[in-house]
């Protein structure tokens, strides 16, 4: 009888220990899963996946998503072949005729740089504005997505040797990237200068779209390109 006891508490105790191990397991799962947004405009919705390895961006995007800090804003800058730029706090009630894209968050200050060799300006990328400070720190609210065009070989050499290189001796695209660069595109001309962090999963045609968009000489489009909303999906 007594062993029969000793073999029960042993018996409930492994199965505390497992379930205590499977809650830490799901929670560590939870915590280091990429985090998904929702942009609906109103030409389509994108959905965008932000990168864990750039944190400080992450954590600063889902704050302002969460606080609805973007929903009614503008696509205020959009250039066929290069990107859409959205962000601008002052352009939710803008008119045609204001000039927008100097607009930031008052809730801080800007966001340390955060470059990483592995994430490029592919097509689909969500990446962060600046201004032209020498930390290359990043907005605390605008971004962009990356429409980009085709690169060949010799252009991503040129780009590699000529603008990346002279401040990161060490820097090379690997065999994959040029792959990514020369089949679906991209603006490689902005790697290791502006943060990447994160990428489109679904939608990428709507950058298309509002890129396509008729602009001013301001490259404004002439017809508002707009973020109803943006959400977090997890």
């Known amino acids: 009888m007594r062993n029969k006891v000793q073999l029960l508490s042993l018996l409930l105790l492994a199965v505390a220990f497992y379930a205590c191990s499977g809650t830490a397991k799901n929670q560590q799962s939870r915590l280091s899963a990429k985090r998904k947004a929702e942009i609906k405009t109103n030409y389509g919705t994108i959905v965008v996946k932000l990168y864990d390895s750039t944190p400080l961006h992450r954590d600063n995007f889902v704050s302002l998503v969460q606080s ?10 959009i250039i066929d072949g290069f990107m859409i730029q959205g962000g601008d706090p002052t352009s939710k009630y803008a008119d045609s005729s204001a000039n927008v894209g100097e607009g930031e968050g008052t809730h801080k200050s800007r966001v340390p740089a955060e470059f990483k060799p592995y994430y490029i300006h592919k097509k689909g990328a969500l990446a962060a504005a600046r201004d032209n400070n020498p930390a290359k720190a990043s907005s605390n609210c605008q971004f962009y997505l990356v429409q980009g065009k085709v ?84």
């Open 68 to 77: 609805k800090f973007y929903d009614s804003l503008l696509f205020h800058r």
């Open 151 to 234: 690169y060949t070989d010799s252009s991503l050499n040129a780009i590699e040797c000529n603008r990346i290189r002279p401040n990161n001796p060490s820097f090379a695209y690997t065999e994959a990237q040029r792959t990514v660069y020369k089949t679906i595109g991209g603006t490689p001309f902005l790697d290791q200068n502006y943060t990447v962090f994160g990428e489109v999963v679904k939608g990428i045609e709507v950058i298309d779209i509002i890129a396509k968009l008729p602009r001013d000489k301001r490259d404004r489009p002439l017809k508002e390109a707009r973020i109803v909303s943006i959400k977090m999906l997890n």
